[in-house]
T-cell receptor, first 112, second 114 residues
């Protein structure tokens, strides 16, 4: 079991739906990340939060909206997604930007 | 040219073999080097984390960094079927505006057969 917990594990949604992905860590880490991973590809960074503030947005479309309510929680709000957004969405955390990142097991998202 | 190159394999070895996984990179600003293991339908699991050049050993795993050649390796001794997974190398610059940004290799698919 990983120390970064992601829910739900699987999500199927239509293109007009609104849903949220959740990530939680209790390691006291101050940096949290969202990644997108397509099959047989490495993870691609989407967002970085440092001390609950958004520090990096890798030009992600606005239909993905991150939120960091506190130092332990990270959400990714989804709205009007496209079929090409189907992927594994991974959350990671680290003590700081120069410390190793620990990943959760991801949410497998399918867009109908 | 990608910043990090990793042979995607697949690599198939018999149980007990020594496995060598490699990545080359072009950006001399990379200072932190990592190896992750990813099982099917799971997230990447951190195996090794090294800073700058040198060797680091942890059980059956040895990570090696050669900054002069821009080359990193992961050796797995006495490989087991449970080592069958995708292995990702990752690296990062130190500080600055690249805070926390990892650059991954493409991943090598490894199968260890009994």
């Amino acid at each position: 079991d990983t120390e970064v917990t992601q829910t739900p594990k699987h999500l199927v949604m239509g293109m007009t739906n609104k849903k949220s992905l959740k990530c939680e860590q209790h390691m006291g880490h101050r940096a949290m990340y969202w990644y997108k991973q397509k099959a047989k590809k490495p993870p691609e960074l989407m967002f970085v939060y440092s001390y609950e503030k958004l520090s990096i947005n890798e030009s992600v479309p606005s239909r993905f909206s991150p939120e960091c309510p506190n130092s332990s929680l990270l959400n990714l709000h989804l709205h009007a997604l496209q079929p090409e957004d189907s992927a594994l969405y991974l959350c990671a955390s680290s003590q700081g930007g120069d410390q190793p990142q620990h990943f959760g097991d991801g949410t497998r998202l399918s867009i109908l | 040219q990608k910043e990090v190159e990793q042979d995607p394999g697949p690599l198939s070895v018999p149980e007990g073999a020594i496995v060598s996984l490699n990545c080359t990179y072009s950006n001399s600003a990379f200072q932190y080097f990592m190896w992750y293991r990813q099982y099917s339908r799971k997230g990447p699991e951190l195996l090794m984390y090294t800073y700058s050049s040198g060797n680091k050993e942890d059980g059956r795993f040895t990570a090696q960094v050669d900054k002069s050649s821009k080359y990193i390796s992961l050796f797995i001794r006495d490989s087991q079927p449970s080592d069958s997974a995708t292995y990702l190398c990752a690296m990062r610059r130190a500080g600055g505006t690249s805070y926390g940004k990892l650059t991954f290799g493409q991943g090598t698919i490894l199968t260890v057969h009994p």
